[in-house]
């Protein structure tokens, strides 16, 4: 971009600030150093945020197990030196507990069955803490909550219907929601708790969404609007568009031969492809860190507060013999 004819010839590269931001992304060594540094740390939790905004399948009984596995995977970037990986932590920390992390987040990776029976998970006492939290808040009954509790057993323990050879396959190939409708018959209040919670929505971007549709309601046409309509009106229209979206993926479960689900313009239409591919956002994606990482991730992580551990950054010396000349574009 900033070799390109176009920009030469334009008004910014002439000014003292596009002069400036030339003199850092052309010669400054460390600038693509710390990018490569701010990379390292950021990606595992790019990975988190597109799990939870995936549509494939509900995540809410994956996210707090997410969050554990990209912290440790920081922390192997870092190569596991204090230093370098406590301030980022503990700024993932503070950002989670106070304004992310709810007990629900633990009910739901306590009643994921791919994960809390896994032999590397090891927040039990933790999630089992905030499963106990959400069973009070959410369901008032004293006399559930018992037989809930009672319950909970047979699930530890894999007893009943849970404890069936094709129930311990399935735990990892469905769904959270669709394995306890499949095989909680047999304990029916923790059946309908378990998928009531893993069925709990979560997205990145939520607040987003409400902010476009406030912004189509409250126009200038209708600016008076008292704050409950307001808010009535949000509700409504969000949820009709959830309800859109859910009908237009059961379309092709129709009966196809009744008249009322014949679309007139079905082959005149043709939908884009989607941007992002559906394997991509899968809860696999959030792997355990491994201890060879690949060929971006084996560089020492730069440390700029002791000098002796950036003896060995030699390996990124190709910046000093840039050369501008190739990177010259046309205009297309």
């Given at each position: ?15 003292s ?11 400054d060594?460390?600038?693509?150093v710390?990018?490569q ?18 549509e494939?399948?509900p ?6 197990e ?5 912290k ?7 190569r596991n ?8 932590i ?17 009910a ?18 933790e ?20 037989k809930i ?12 219907d ?27 209040e923790l059946?309908?708790?378990?998928i ?15 902010w ?8 200038k ?10 808010n ?19 379309k ?29 956002l ?10 060879s990482?690949?060929?971006d991730?084996d ?18 010396a190709p ?5 501008p ?6 205009d297309?």
């Amino acid at each position: 971009m900033f070799t390109c004819d176009k920009w030469v010839g334009s008004n910014y590269a002439k000014g003292s600030v596009g002069k400036e931001i030339i003199a850092i992304i052309l010669q400054d060594k460390e600038y693509w150093v710390q990018c490569q540094y701010i990379i390292k740390v950021t990606k595992p939790l790019v990975r988190v945020l597109r799990l939870v905004d995936s549509e494939e399948k509900p995540a809410m009984g994956y996210l707090f197990e997410a969050m554990e596995k990209a912290k440790e995977t920081i922390k192997v970037r870092l190569r596991n030196k204090i230093t370098q990986y406590g301030p980022y932590i503990r700024v993932i920390d503070a950002r989670w507990d106070k304004q992310l992390h709810s007990p629900l987040h633990a009910a739901g990776c306590f009643l994921n069955p791919a994960i809390y029976f896994s032999p590397s998970f090891t927040k039990q006492k933790e999630v089992a803490r905030g499963l106990l939290t959400t069973i009070t808040r959410l369901v008032p009954d004293d006399d559930v909550q018992d037989k809930i509790s009672a319950q909970l057993e047979e699930y530890k323990t894999s007893t009943g219907d849970f404890g069936l050879s094709i129930a311990i396959r399935q735990r990892e190939k469905l769904n959270p929601v669709a394995w306890w409708a499949q095989f909680g018959n047999d304990a029916s209040e923790l059946q309908k708790f378990a998928i009531r919670v893993l069925s709990q929505c979560c997205s990145a971007t939520g607040c987003e969404k409400n902010w476009s549709v406030f912004e189509f309601i409250h126009s200038k046409k209708r600016n008076r609007l008292d704050h409950k309509r307001l808010n009535d009106l949000v509700f409504v229209r969000y949820n009709l568009k959830l309800r859109e979206r859910n009908l237009s993926k059961t379309k092709s479960s129709l009966d196809p031969i009744s008249l009322d689900n014949i679309d007139l313009l079905e082959d005149w239409i043709s939908e884009e492809p989607s941007l992002l591919d559906g394997e991509d956002l899968s809860w696999e994606m959030v792997d355990a860190p491994f201890a060879s990482l690949s060929l971006d991730d084996d560089e020492e992580a730069p440390n700029f507060n002791d000098e002796d551990d950036n003896e060995g950054d030699d390996d990124i010396a190709p910046i000093r013999d840039f050369d501008p000349s190739i990177y010259v574009f046309d205009d297309d």
